[in-house]
């Protein structure tokens, strides 16, 4: 059974940043493209960047330039660094496949706001 546990959100203020983490098991990991993914109140979730086996990144465009995604295998555990945050920034925050094949996480709720 597939698990994903997203952590690292919280309260920041306009361009600050955050480090968000998502630890994976059930799966063998290194062979997924991961993606993380945001929900904004009263918006469809969206996919904001991914990393693929080989470690290449694709990224929306509201968030390059700004958003690092980033993997660990060993650990099993995809990263995003988010940094210049704008209060559109604010979501709750998954992870998931870039197909999004698994069952989602409880997500992390990222604030931003003076």
């Known amino acids: 059974q597939v698990r994903l546990v997203e952590s690292g959100g919280g309260l920041v203020q306009p361009g600050g940043s955050l480090r968000l983490s998502c630890a994976a098991s059930?799966?063998?990991?290194?062979?997924?493209?991961m993606g993380w993914y945001r929900q904004a109140p009263g918006k469809q979730r969206e996919l904001v960047a991914t990393i693929n086996s080989g470690g290449s990144t694709n990224y929306a465009d509201s968030v390059k330039g700004r958003f690092t995604i980033s993997r660990d295998n060993a650990k099993n555990t995809v990263y995003l660094q988010m940094n210049s945050l704008k209060p559109e920034d604010t979501a709750v925050y998954y992870c998931?496949?870039?197909?999004?094949?698994?069952?989602w996480g409880q997500g992390t709720q990222v604030t931003v706001s003076s």
């Open positions: 059930g799966i063998i990991f290194p062979i997924y493209a």
């Open positions: 998931n496949s870039r197909s999004a094949q698994w069952a």
